[in-house]
């Protein structure tokens, strides 16, 4: 679930930097957007060292994974099959990364395994909200 809109100022939405990212998504609110609504601006939610409020980035839509809300989550987003590749936030972080979905909770929660995991079929549970579509080869930044 990742519509080009309506992403807003205040809209959560996880960031992928060109530059330096390690090919990681970080979960960052919008702060600005440019008047046509193709340019954004986005803060890491992450304070530093010294309580400085998070980095700010410049990019565009293709960098960007709407998070929806809550109440849209509960409405309008459907559930993952099983076995399907996503992009999930590993609890307790405010980072992205690949996983497979096992089941979906009546809760909504997810059942997941995220590639890479040291234990063997250990499974995460996530909340649907924080469960996006994996990008396809196609949709994601070319690389420079």
């Not at 930097?17 to 919008?30: H, L, N």
């Not at 700010?56 to 409405?75: E, R, V």
Request: charged share 30%; glycine share 6%.
């Amino acid at each position: 679930y990742n519509p080009t809109g309506p992403i807003r100022v205040g809209s959560e939405v996880a960031y992928k930097p060109r530059k330096g990212g390690d090919g990681e998504w970080y979960q960052c609110q919008v702060v600005k957007i440019s008047a046509d609504g193709t340019k954004f601006e986005v803060r890491d939610p992450e304070h530093d060292e010294l309580g400085n409020t998070g980095k700010l980035f410049k990019c565009n839509w293709k960098d960007l994974i709407f998070i929806p809300p809550d109440h849209l989550t509960k409405l309008q987003v459907p559930n993952y099959p099983s076995a399907t590749k996503v992009l999930a936030r590993y609890p307790e972080t405010t980072t992205f990364y690949p996983a497979m979905v096992i089941s979906t909770k009546r809760d909504g929660v997810c059942k997941l395994r995220f590639d890479g995991e040291e234990e063997v079929d250990k499974e995460t549970e996530v909340s649907r909200r924080l469960v996006l579509p994996f990008p396809s080869v196609s949709s994601l930044p070319a690389k420079k």
